[in-house]
């Protein structure tokens, strides 16, 4: 069993930036890939970000590209996602998951964090 539990969320300004954290529980972090997914009002829950277990290969959705940086600290249990030149349609509840694929190819998420709150205001 694996618990995640964000922090970071707020309230900024378009073009400002926050950085949300994720800690998670238990002491096989590092066998995990680690994800960011969020979800705005009245949308479904969508892809943001993923991480390798090393931290050594990332991916992200075209939408937060150039803008969002994923990475992770095995050592302290946390990933990290860094977000800059943030936009208003950034605007939704972002989750930390965690999940043990096959393969980097075939993605799976087993464990979800309750969520933050990200509100950017234009």
């Keep these: 069993q694996v618990q995640l539990v964000e922090s970071g969320g707020g309230l900024v300004q378009a073009g400002g930036s926050l950085r ?3 800690a998670a529980s238990g002491r096989t972090f590092s ?3 680690m994800g960011w997914f969020r979800q705005a009002p009245g949308k479904e829950r969508e892809f943001v970000a993923r ?3 090393s931290g050594g290969t990332t991916n992200y959705a075209d939408s937060v590209k150039g803008r969002f940086t994923i990475s992770r600290d095995n050592a ?3 990933v990290y996602l860094q977000m800059n030149s943030l936009k208003p349609e950034d605007t939704a ?3 930390c ?3 043990n694929p096959p393969s980097w190819s075939l993605p799976r998420w087993d464990y979800w964090g309750q969520g ?3 509100t950017v205001s234009s």
């Design 20 to 22: 949300l954290s994720c």
């Design 31 to 33: 066998r995990y890939v």
């Design 51 to 53: 991480i390798n277990r």
């Design 76 to 78: 302290k249990n946390t």
């Design 93 to 95: 509840v972002y989750f």
């Design 97 to 99: 998951a965690a999940g």
């Design 116 to 118: 933050t709150q990200v």
